[in-house]
């Protein structure tokens, strides 16, 4: 799912392209995208471009006559940039909106259509849309204290709860939670002041450190396919399971769970101890490594039965 440094950065390329630009035409091209029905779709057809900002991990346009354009990019959801009138591409093809300067897609990779666009009259209907999160970026270290321990969850869930934090999901987190060298299983109730002091620096830190890094990458053309994506080269865990970690050199460990997965070193950020995979630990259940240590051996033992 785009995060907050990848909405940003469709934001900072959008805003030179249909800021004052008028809206000339909607092209649905699937059923499932459009979540609303009044305002119809059409009453965005003709109305300006005045503002461009982010609500979560939601990309809003504010148009003429009170209105707002709503769009949510969910986990495979992606933004192009094409000639006016452009073709969205194949089966992936969600909507087209047509400006005179171009024509934005909107396309989602995903059968499971989650992706949605909405049309809403006035501020109060916008803010329906708004999980309610804090800006991490703008909030004062009492501020982010209160949001993490104001419910006992795991940090993993707690970073990527949108109702706490405005724009944190999976891959980030991962991120973060290795900078701040906290385990992604630990409880908000049992952090120490130092523990909290380290995850909001590295909240801030990480978050910044790859804006700054997409906005190098995209300075001179707007993300084309694939280039908006939550696995990146210089992720130190997130989708980096059994590489080694870049500051340990330890194979980095996984926790599948559902469709997502998180990703962590064992030797920064739990001690050396291995985090239970689900349906990997109900599968090998006492045998299960429960450190680093001890998956040595075991990788060990294999290997030299496999030589007998």
């Known amino acids: 799912m785009p995060e907050l440094p990848d909405i940003l950065i469709y934001l900072e390329g959008l805003q030179p392209r249909i800021v004052g630009q008028t809206l000339k035409r909607v092209r649905l091209l699937s059923p499932f995208v ?38 949510h990019l969910m986990i495979a959801g992606r933004l192009r940039w094409g000639k006016r009138g452009a073709r969205p591409p194949g089966k992936i093809g969600l909507a087209a909106f047509d400006f005179p300067a171009g024509t934005l897609l909107f396309t989602e990779a995903s059968p499971k259509k989650r992706a949605s666009l909405n049309l809403v009259r006035g501020a109060d209907a916008l803010a329906e849309h708004n999980p309610g999160g804090i800006e991490v970026l703008e909030a004062s270290a009492g501020q982010f204290r209160a949001a993490l321990q104001r419910e006992n969850h795991t940090l993993k869930r707690t970073l990527t709860d949108p109702r706490v934090f405005s724009g944190i999901g999976n891959a980030y987190s991962d991120e973060i939670l290795h900078a701040a060298r906290l385990s992604p299983v630990k409880l908000t109730s049992k952090l120490t002041d130092d523990e909290v002091r380290r995850l909001h620096e590295a909240t801030q830190v990480v978050l910044q450190r790859w804006i700054e890094n997409l906005r190098e990458q995209f300075a001179d053309h707007f993300p084309g396919a694939g280039e908006i994506t939550a696995f990146r080269p210089g992720f130190a865990v997130h989708g980096k399971y059994r590489q080694p970690c870049p500051d340990c050199g330890k194979p980095v460990q996984r926790i599948r769970y559902a469709e997502n997965e998180t990703n962590y070193c064992a030797e920064c950020q739990t001690g050396g101890v291995l985090l239970a995979d689900r349906s990997l630990s109900r599968l090998l259940k006492s045998d299960w490594p429960r450190s680093l240590d001890e998956m040595d051996l075991q990788l060990e033992s294999a290997r030299s039965k496999l030589k007998r």
């Open 34 to 71: 459009l979540r609303s029905v009044d305002p119809p779709i059409s009453a965005s057809e003709g109305k300006t471009v005045r503002a461009l900002h982010r609500l979560g991990k939601r990309i809003v346009f504010s148009l003429d006559d009170d209105l707002y354009l709503v769009l």
